[in-house]
T-cell receptor
Framework: EAQVTQNPRYLITVTGKKLTVTCSQN?????MSWYRQDPGLGLRQIYY???????DKGDVPEGYKVSRKEKRNFPLILESPSPNQTSLYFC????????????FGPGTRLTVL | GENVEQHPSTLSVQEGDSAVIKCTYS??????FPWYKQELGKGPQLIID?????GEKKDQRIAVTLNKTAKHFSLHITETQPEDSAVYFC?????????FGKGTHLIIQP
Protein backbone atom coordinates (compact mmCIF):
# COMPACT_ATOMS: atom_id res chain seq x y z
CA GLU A 1 0.00 0.00 0.00
CA ALA A 2 1.32 3.44 -0.98
CA GLN A 3 1.66 5.49 2.16
CA VAL A 4 3.54 7.95 4.33
CA THR A 5 4.24 6.75 7.85
CA GLN A 6 5.22 8.80 10.88
CA ASN A 7 6.45 7.76 14.30
CA PRO A 8 5.60 8.31 17.01
CA ARG A 9 1.94 9.25 16.59
CA TYR A 10 1.79 10.83 20.05
CA LEU A 11 4.58 12.22 22.18
CA ILE A 12 4.69 14.10 25.46
CA THR A 13 8.09 15.45 26.41
CA VAL A 14 9.74 18.14 28.51
CA THR A 15 11.46 21.35 27.53
CA GLY A 16 14.99 20.84 26.24
CA LYS A 17 14.90 17.08 25.70
CA LYS A 18 16.00 16.34 22.13
CA LEU A 19 13.57 14.36 20.03
CA THR A 20 13.19 13.02 16.51
CA VAL A 21 10.00 12.35 14.59
CA THR A 22 10.54 9.91 11.77
CA CYS A 23 8.86 10.02 8.36
CA SER A 24 9.04 7.40 5.65
CA GLN A 25 7.34 7.04 2.24
CA ASN A 26 7.23 4.06 -0.09
CA UNK A 27 6.21 5.86 -3.30
CA UNK A 28 9.70 6.82 -4.50
CA UNK A 29 8.80 10.51 -4.24
CA UNK A 30 11.59 13.06 -4.61
CA UNK A 31 9.83 15.83 -2.70
CA MET A 32 9.17 15.61 1.04
CA SER A 33 8.16 18.22 3.56
CA TRP A 34 7.11 18.85 7.14
CA TYR A 35 4.14 20.94 8.27
CA ARG A 36 2.78 21.97 11.61
CA GLN A 37 -0.93 22.50 12.18
CA ASP A 38 -2.18 24.82 14.88
CA PRO A 39 -5.79 25.84 15.65
CA GLY A 40 -6.81 28.87 13.62
CA LEU A 41 -3.52 28.93 11.68
CA GLY A 42 -3.96 26.11 9.19
CA LEU A 43 -0.94 24.24 7.88
CA ARG A 44 2.46 25.92 7.78
CA GLN A 45 5.52 24.45 6.14
CA ILE A 46 8.58 23.92 8.34
CA TYR A 47 11.17 22.41 6.00
CA TYR A 48 11.18 20.70 2.65
CA UNK A 49 13.49 18.56 0.56
CA UNK A 50 13.60 18.42 -3.22
CA UNK A 51 15.74 15.28 -3.21
CA UNK A 52 18.43 13.40 -1.28
CA UNK A 53 20.88 15.74 0.48
CA UNK A 54 18.85 18.80 -0.61
CA UNK A 55 16.84 20.57 2.10
CA ASP A 56 15.50 24.09 2.52
CA LYS A 57 13.57 26.21 5.00
CA GLY A 58 9.84 26.68 4.80
CA ASP A 59 7.80 29.38 6.50
CA VAL A 60 8.46 28.43 10.14
CA PRO A 61 11.88 26.67 10.40
CA GLU A 62 13.09 28.13 13.72
CA GLY A 63 13.81 25.44 16.31
CA TYR A 64 13.77 22.55 13.84
CA LYS A 65 16.29 20.56 11.85
CA VAL A 66 15.90 17.98 9.11
CA SER A 67 18.06 15.60 7.12
CA ARG A 68 17.56 13.65 3.90
CA LYS A 69 20.16 10.93 3.66
CA GLU A 70 17.87 8.47 1.89
CA LYS A 71 15.08 9.13 -0.57
CA ARG A 72 12.40 7.44 1.51
CA ASN A 73 13.17 9.02 4.92
CA PHE A 74 12.90 12.60 6.13
CA PRO A 75 13.21 12.89 9.93
CA LEU A 76 12.29 16.05 11.84
CA ILE A 77 14.62 16.89 14.72
CA LEU A 78 13.89 19.18 17.65
CA GLU A 79 17.23 19.75 19.36
CA SER A 80 15.80 21.64 22.34
CA PRO A 81 11.99 21.57 22.28
CA SER A 82 10.04 24.42 23.82
CA PRO A 83 6.33 24.67 24.75
CA ASN A 84 5.58 26.80 21.66
CA GLN A 85 6.45 23.74 19.56
CA THR A 86 3.45 21.90 20.96
CA SER A 87 1.52 21.16 17.80
CA LEU A 88 0.25 18.56 15.33
CA TYR A 89 2.95 17.69 12.81
CA PHE A 90 2.46 16.24 9.34
CA CYS A 91 4.99 14.81 6.94
CA UNK A 92 4.09 14.87 3.24
CA UNK A 93 5.60 13.64 0.01
CA UNK A 94 4.92 14.19 -3.68
CA UNK A 95 6.19 13.39 -7.11
CA UNK A 96 7.58 16.50 -8.73
CA UNK A 97 7.13 19.11 -5.98
CA UNK A 98 4.40 21.47 -4.84
CA UNK A 99 2.39 21.59 -8.07
CA UNK A 100 1.29 18.00 -7.62
CA UNK A 101 -0.70 16.08 -5.04
CA UNK A 102 0.86 16.05 -1.59
CA UNK A 103 0.45 12.71 0.25
CA PHE A 104 0.24 13.34 3.97
CA GLY A 105 1.12 11.06 6.83
CA PRO A 106 -1.28 10.42 9.73
CA GLY A 107 0.23 13.11 11.95
CA THR A 108 2.24 13.29 15.17
CA ARG A 109 0.73 15.10 18.13
CA LEU A 110 3.55 16.60 20.18
CA THR A 111 3.17 18.15 23.62
CA VAL A 112 6.15 19.93 25.18
CA LEU A 113 5.75 20.60 28.90
CA GLY B 1 4.78 36.05 -0.10
CA GLU B 2 1.41 34.51 -0.84
CA ASN B 3 -1.61 35.11 1.40
CA VAL B 4 -4.65 32.83 1.19
CA GLU B 5 -7.91 33.81 2.86
CA GLN B 6 -10.61 31.16 3.31
CA HIS B 7 -14.28 31.65 4.24
CA PRO B 8 -16.31 30.67 6.11
CA SER B 9 -14.43 29.11 9.01
CA THR B 10 -17.48 26.97 9.85
CA LEU B 11 -20.30 25.94 7.51
CA SER B 12 -23.37 23.97 8.54
CA VAL B 13 -25.70 22.62 5.83
CA GLN B 14 -28.59 20.19 5.69
CA GLU B 15 -27.87 16.80 4.23
CA GLY B 16 -28.64 16.91 0.53
CA ASP B 17 -28.01 20.64 0.19
CA SER B 18 -25.01 22.24 -1.50
CA ALA B 19 -21.95 23.69 0.25
CA VAL B 20 -19.66 26.41 -1.10
CA ILE B 21 -16.28 27.38 0.36
CA LYS B 22 -14.43 30.41 -0.98
CA CYS B 23 -10.77 31.36 -1.06
CA THR B 24 -8.85 34.39 -2.25
CA TYR B 25 -5.14 34.64 -2.95
CA SER B 26 -2.80 37.59 -3.29
CA UNK B 27 -0.03 36.57 -5.72
CA UNK B 28 -1.09 36.71 -9.35
CA UNK B 29 1.82 34.36 -10.17
CA UNK B 30 0.19 31.48 -8.25
CA UNK B 31 -0.81 28.79 -10.73
CA UNK B 32 -1.87 25.67 -8.85
CA PHE B 33 -4.83 25.51 -6.46
CA PRO B 34 -5.52 22.25 -4.59
CA TRP B 35 -8.26 21.47 -2.09
CA TYR B 36 -7.65 19.07 0.77
CA LYS B 37 -10.10 17.30 3.06
CA GLN B 38 -9.06 16.41 6.59
CA GLU B 39 -11.11 13.94 8.58
CA LEU B 40 -10.80 13.73 12.34
CA GLY B 41 -7.51 12.14 13.39
CA LYS B 42 -6.15 11.88 9.86
CA GLY B 43 -3.84 13.75 7.55
CA PRO B 44 -5.21 15.98 4.77
CA GLN B 45 -6.13 14.25 1.54
CA LEU B 46 -6.38 15.86 -1.90
CA ILE B 47 -9.95 15.90 -3.23
CA ILE B 48 -9.62 18.12 -6.28
CA ASP B 49 -7.20 20.62 -7.80
CA UNK B 50 -7.16 23.17 -10.59
CA UNK B 51 -4.41 24.80 -12.57
CA UNK B 52 -4.40 28.40 -13.72
CA UNK B 53 -5.09 27.59 -17.38
CA UNK B 54 -8.50 26.10 -16.46
CA GLY B 55 -11.61 27.89 -15.20
CA GLU B 56 -13.59 24.98 -13.80
CA LYS B 57 -13.12 21.32 -12.96
CA LYS B 58 -15.63 18.72 -11.81
CA ASP B 59 -15.36 15.31 -10.21
CA GLN B 60 -18.76 13.76 -9.46
CA ARG B 61 -20.32 15.87 -6.64
CA ILE B 62 -17.29 18.13 -6.27
CA ALA B 63 -16.34 21.09 -8.44
CA VAL B 64 -13.82 23.89 -8.25
CA THR B 65 -13.97 27.22 -10.05
CA LEU B 66 -11.13 29.68 -10.55
CA ASN B 67 -11.35 33.38 -11.37
CA LYS B 68 -7.80 34.54 -12.09
CA THR B 69 -8.80 38.16 -12.65
CA ALA B 70 -10.42 38.41 -9.23
CA LYS B 71 -7.89 36.03 -7.67
CA HIS B 72 -10.43 33.78 -6.06
CA PHE B 73 -11.39 30.14 -6.28
CA SER B 74 -14.24 28.15 -4.77
CA LEU B 75 -15.12 24.59 -3.84
CA HIS B 76 -18.65 23.41 -4.53
CA ILE B 77 -20.07 20.21 -3.05
CA THR B 78 -23.53 19.18 -4.23
CA GLU B 79 -25.95 16.70 -2.63
CA THR B 80 -23.98 16.70 0.60
CA GLN B 81 -23.75 13.47 2.57
CA PRO B 82 -22.74 12.72 6.18
CA GLU B 83 -19.30 11.55 5.05
CA ASP B 84 -18.63 15.05 3.70
CA SER B 85 -18.30 16.29 7.29
CA ALA B 86 -14.65 17.30 7.69
CA VAL B 87 -12.27 20.26 7.62
CA TYR B 88 -11.48 21.53 4.14
CA PHE B 89 -8.35 23.49 3.21
CA CYS B 90 -7.70 25.48 0.07
CA UNK B 91 -4.14 26.24 -1.01
CA UNK B 92 -2.22 28.19 -3.62
CA UNK B 93 1.21 27.49 -5.09
CA UNK B 94 3.63 30.14 -6.30
CA UNK B 95 7.41 30.30 -6.71
CA UNK B 96 7.87 30.52 -2.93
CA UNK B 97 5.83 27.48 -2.02
CA UNK B 98 2.42 26.11 -1.10
CA UNK B 99 0.28 28.33 1.15
CA PHE B 100 -2.81 26.97 2.87
CA GLY B 101 -5.95 28.73 3.97
CA LYS B 102 -6.96 28.39 7.62
CA GLY B 103 -9.62 25.79 6.93
CA THR B 104 -13.41 25.41 6.90
CA HIS B 105 -15.18 23.02 9.25
CA LEU B 106 -18.08 21.62 7.22
CA ILE B 107 -20.91 20.15 9.28
CA ILE B 108 -23.63 18.11 7.58
CA GLN B 109 -26.87 18.22 9.56
CA PRO B 110 -29.09 15.12 9.26
Amino acid sequence: EAQVTQNPRYLITVTGKKLTVTCSQNMNHEYMSWYRQDPGLGLRQIYYSMNVEVTDKGDVPEGYKVSRKEKRNFPLILESPSPNQTSLYFCASSFGGLRNEQFFGPGTRLTVL
Amino acid sequence: GENVEQHPSTLSVQEGDSAVIKCTYSDSASNYFPWYKQELGKGPQLIIDIRSNVGEKKDQRIAVTLNKTAKHFSLHITETQPEDSAVYFCAATNADGLTFGKGTHLIIQP
